[in-house]
């Protein structure tokens, strides 16, 4: 009895859910696109026909919502990897982490080629520690093959209770054997803004793209005011973006007011427009800004508005290539959508999905010659005692008729830090100065 009770109340389900969603139809979009709401109501029957099916004769118990759930990632999985479905705790813990802090491993995920790719490990983070880079790819969590699992679904596997485990197997370019990586989860702060000043050069590191970057980031600029800084690095290396609103609030901090920022397109072609609200905080003094593949999304807004402006010289290596927007939208029941709404676009017009920004001086990387420990706890540090992330580049004379070329490939030693950082402004200046066009890498 109590079973035909169970299925009496489902057959009421498919149709009452039939009847909300075509009444959304009619009464969001107008009985003037009856034919549409028609098309809609034919696959939804056909969709409450299966669900029918499988609640009554599948071998095991189903519950109607984890058949729902399931249909509803699988409908956005067939979008693009950046669209997903959230639950009521994913959605609340994608809001904690743009606040600064969650708990896992410290690695920021997307897709590239088809396969999950690590955007960038965040500074400081058992990810970090362990030496996992920014362009590896992650080919199994926990011996669990990512090949179908979604963007979601990878994060949340990944996450977890601090002191706890995760075991990575990851694919690196230039490796021939898989490398095997086993992290112990940690609570991930992030100071999305560090900087120090260097022989008179301002140094800022941005991590993230978090609420409070763009105020944080006009505090340090001021203090570089103050102590007459007379150039200025901003760091977007292994920076995997944030928020949009952040990427705008850094990017005026060294535009003029009323420049704009970026645009956005979605489907039906509507252009929104972000403009500089501020004044350039360091009166146009010479600046460079340093990328690599683990820049994305974001730090791409900021790089490309600069770029095209002729504000910054950029150097590095290639961005990773993310220039879709998602919106979240929060749902009835406190769950989540993440829906790729727009792509965005640099002022002079330049999309950068899939192919990234391309800097005015290419610098690589010196190749990583040792593998990283197995296993990495809260606290450890790199068995050498070296910084993370340190270019190390040889740079070669440039003839003042040609553009400066920066060796492909990398000098034996490290090269230290300040000199470095001369050494690049030296090439940036006179390649800038070179340049009678507003956009350096067009010259």
């Known amino acids: 009895m109590m079973e035909q009770n169970q299925r009496r109340r489902f057959w009421m389900l498919g149709p009452m859910v039939m009847v909300a969603l075509l009444s959304g139809v009619l009464i969001g979009k107008g009985w003037e696109r009856t034919g549409h709401a028609t098309e809609t109501y034919e696959e939804l029957r056909t969709f409450s026909e299966v669900l029918t099916q499988v609640q009554k004769n599948y071998v095991d118990d189903t519950k109607v919502k984890d058949l729902v759930q399931g249909a509803i990632r699988g409908m956005l999985s067939t979008l693009d990897p950046h669209s997903a479905y959230m639950t009521p705790e994913m959605y609340k813990e994608m809001q904690v982490e743009t606040k600064g802090e969650f708990g896992g491993v410290g690695i920021q995920i997307g897709v590239k080629e088809n396969r999950l790719a690590v955007i960038a490990p965040i500074d400081g983070t058992p990810a970090q520690r362990a030496g996992i880079k920014a362009g590896d790819y992650i080919t199994k969590v926990n011996e669990e093959s990512t090949k179908d699992l979604s963007l979601m679904d990878a994060v949340q596997k990944m996450r977890g209770p601090k002191g706890t485990k995760v075991n990575l197997t990851i694919q690196r370019d230039g490796t021939a054997d898989p490398l095997q990586f086993t992290l112990v989860r940690d609570t991930i702060k992030i100071e999305s803004v560090k900087s120090k000043v260097l022989d008179n050069i301002g140094y800022v590191k941005l991590t993230q793209f978090q609420e409070a970057t763009g105020r944080d980031l006009g505090r340090v600029l001021k203090q570089f005011k103050e102590q007459k800084v007379q150039s200025t690095i901003l760091d977007l290396r292994n920076n995997p973006g944030g928020l949009l609103t952040a990427a705008v609030e850094v990017s005026e901090q060294f535009l003029p007011n009323g420049k704009m920022v970026v645009y956005t397109k979605g489907r039906e072609s509507k252009k929104d427009e972000w403009f500089a609200k501020g004044k350039d905080q360091m009166d146009d003094s010479p600046m460079i800004i340093l990328v690599n593949e683990g820049s994305a999304s974001a730090s791409e807004i900021v790089a490309g508005a600069l770029q095209d402006y002729g504000r910054a010289v950029i150097v590095g290596t290639t961005s990773f290539g993310k220039g879709s927007v ?100 030296r090439v940036s200046l006179r390649w800038s100065r070179m340049c009678s066009c507003k956009r350096p890498s067009n010259c």
Not at 361 to 389: L, S
Not at 390 to 396: A, G, I, K, M, T
């Open 326 to 425: 998602q919106t979240i939208l929060p749902l009835g029941d406190g769950s989540g959508l993440r829906l790729t709404t727009a792509k965005y676009y640099t002022p002079k017009g330049r999309s950068i999905q899939s192919t990234g920004i391309t800097p005015d001086i290419v610098i690589k990387p010196q190749p990583a010659t040792t593998v990283a420990k197995a296993e990495t706890k809260p606290g450890d540090k790199e068995p050498d005692g070296r910084r993370p992330n340190r270019l190390s580049v040889d740079l070669e004379k440039s003839s003042p008729l040609s553009r400066p070329k920066v060796s492909k490939t990398a000098c034996k030693e490290t090269v230290p830090a300040r000199p470095l950082l001369r050494s690049i402004f």
